[in-house]
DNA sequence: ATAATACGATTACGGTCGTAATCTAAAGGA
DNA sequence: TCCTTTAGATTACGACCGTAATCGTATTAT
């Protein structure tokens, strides 16, 4: 796994435009985030450029089309960044973040059936 | 609860202390954290001034001493925090999330069987 | 061919963050 | 009382972030 860089709040928004349709050209990437957010092209083009140097993303220049790819994967980020913000918060414990988050509902005996049976099944096909 | 202010990293680390206990004066704060980290003294007043302003933390100054306590809770911050950090990631979605630590083996099934428990051994004393 | 346009590259600018040093006022020791 | 030490208040400063505008160059329309 590609090491991956620090990609801000609004970076990130552009990665997934990028990790949902690739490669992608600066146009559609500017129309799905001037309609998602309020940025103005000229911000989401600086965020890109941004990605590039950092090297979250790539791209090729195929005749005048320039074409974004990305470089690290979203597995990858959403991995990283979850056990940051895990061992951030709650000292790297799932524990304590599974209960903080029944005790505030976010997480009921449903959904742990429901991810129990998932883990189940999963198993049974290896 | 109190609106939850915007509280960066490091300012976290301050936060925790002062959580662990509290009132707590200055240089109990400051011992905390020049042995946690690598700050200078000067670094942690810094951050806990920010904090005051913020609205994060509060004094009382009894004669000469000024003795700190927390204005936002844990739990609270905690609870933002997560919800926010899930919003980014995941859409806001629970599941997602916790596939995405299942395959990560992150999360065992030991793991969702032992919060099950403890969830039904909760919802019996209600 | 010249003018208008479109798009990538460069530059901007105030705010927050990490990381502190300096300034100042109070308290205690000589 | 005057000096030294201590600790809170003020100031610093470069990096990154959010949010863009301007500059240059290449393409397109007249």
Redesign the interface.
């Given at each position: 796994m590609k090491q991956i860089p620090a990609i801000s709040?609004a970076e990130?928004q552009v990665m997934k435009v990028i990790w949902k349709k690739n490669p992608i050209n600066a146009s559609e990437i500017i129309n799905a985030l001037t309609e998602k957010t309020e940025w103005k092209p000229k911000t989401v083009k600086t965020l890109l450029n941004r990605l590039l140097t950092k090297g979250a993303v790539g791209y090729e220049k195929t005749g005048r089309e320039y074409n974004y790819y990305p470089v690290i994967e979203e597995?990858d980020f959403?991995?990283v960044?979850?056990?940051n913000?895990?061992k951030?918060?709650?000292g790297g414990a799932?524990?304590p973040?599974?209960?903080?988050?029944?005790?505030?509902k976010?997480?009921t005996?449903d959904?742990?059936?429901?991810?129990?049976k998932?883990?189940?099944e999963?198993?049974k096909g290896k």
């Open positions: 709040e990130h597995a959403v991995k960044e979850s056990r913000f895990i951030r918060m709650f799932m524990k973040m599974l209960v903080s988050m029944v005790e505030n976010d997480l005996l959904d742990i059936d429901e991810l129990r998932y883990i189940i999963k198993d």
